[in-house]
Structures are given as structure tokens and as C-alpha cells.
């Protein structure tokens, strides 16, 4: 049976896209069929070779190419804008939920890894948010935190919002921020006592800028 997991977190630029990928590798690695994607993508440009959708493709050991962005990218904003800004700046029809859930659902394989967009409210178009794509998703979802002083309010605030629309939280994952300024088992061992074990909270070191950062993450023996 197939198991599909959406990837969302406290905050745009914590770690979704180093968190699928590292997925993606670790799943393939083991031998499984995964179908990535991150369906809606804002200041995309062709030319980044480190865009979510690029850095995804490379993860899943794919080309990068036009057809291949399609098959995992179909709406793409140039604009570096929250998708309903970036659709009335780009006078570019709005995405509309049904059709992104859709386009989710269509994945095949053992495993489809889904990469959200911001933060969990973050808005997709002018009347929902990541939030109202997840529930309408109700597939279990990795939440992304950080380690900046402010996480943890972060973190939970993303925690009590995804409980309000009762959205199953597989796990939490702190992904060491450049900051510094907190110690990450420190960030990690707060949040599993006001999250009182009912998620693993696992840890992603600050890892070494090199090449495909995602094969430097740690096993995520939660799935
Ligand atoms: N643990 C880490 N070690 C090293 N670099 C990291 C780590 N976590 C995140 N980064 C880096 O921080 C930046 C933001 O991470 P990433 O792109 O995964 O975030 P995101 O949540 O997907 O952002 P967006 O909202 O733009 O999709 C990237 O350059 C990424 O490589
Ligand atoms: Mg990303």
C-alpha cells in the first residue's frame, strides 16, 4: 500500500526542502519507489539549479528537465511572494485546492513525499492556507521547526493550529538554524516535554554547505 506524507513547517526557509529530499534519498535507499513533489513553488526561477523543485529531482536521482518540472512542479510563480500575491503580481490564475489535492493524489510508487509551501498558514490562493490543503489532504504530515531563539513558540504554534483541524503529526523535525544562538538538543528536548510524547522529535545537525546536503542527514527512523 502506499504511504504518503506532506512535509510543512513553522516558517518559510527551515528545512522542508532539505527534509524531503533527505527523504526521498533515505526511502530510495532502501530499495522503495518515491514520488516526490512540491506542487506549488514561488519565486521559482528555470535557471536555479537549487530550487525546491531542481534539488528534489536530484534527490530522486532525475533529470532536470522542462517535463520533469511539470510532472512535479505544475504551478510556478516567478515572484518570491506568498502564491496569491504572486498570482495577481503575475496576472496568473490562482491554484485552486481541489486541483492541487488532485494533483497530489495522482502520485504512484511505495511512497509519495509532498512538499508544502511556508508555513502551515501559509495562504495558497486568497481564500485557504497550507492548512486547509493538509486537512483536505488528512495525510500525516512531518513538521520542520528550527533551533533560532523563537523557535519553540514557532514549532508549537504550528503544532496547536495542525491540532485544531485534527491533521496527524508523524513526526517533528528540528533542522539546526545558521543562528546558532540555542543548542539544538536543547530545542529538542523543550519541545518533547510540551509536546509530552505524543510525536518523535528527532534533530538535524547544522550540516557542512557542500554538494547534496541531503545525503549528510541522519537516518529518519520514524518512517
Ligand atoms: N540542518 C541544516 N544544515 C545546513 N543547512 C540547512 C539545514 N537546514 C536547512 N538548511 C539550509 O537552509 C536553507 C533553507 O532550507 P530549506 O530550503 O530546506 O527550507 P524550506 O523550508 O524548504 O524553505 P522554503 O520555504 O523556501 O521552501 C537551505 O539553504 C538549506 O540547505
Ligand atoms: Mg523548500
Redo the contacts with the bound molecule.
Sequence with gaps: MMQSFF?T?S???????????ALCWQLRERGKKVMAM?PL?T?YDTNDA?S?TA?ILQSCELPYTQAMVEAISPWRYAAPLAPNMAAAKEKKPQVELEELCSFCQGGGGDYTVV?????VMSPINDRHTVLDWMEALSWPVIL?A?SYLGSISHALTAWEALRARRIAVKAVVV????SGDVPLPDTASTLEKFLLGKVPVVT??????SGE?WK??PPMSFI
Aim: glycine share 18%; net charge neutral; aromatic share 0%.
Design positions: 512535509i513547517s516558517g518559510t526557509h527551515i528545512g522542508k526542502t532539505l527534509v524531503t529530499a512540491k513553488i519565486g537549487q525546491d534539488l512538499e508544502g509551501i511556508g508555513g520542520v528550527g533542522s539546526e538554524s545558521a538535524i545537525p547544522r550540516l557542512a554547505a546536503l549528510q542527514v
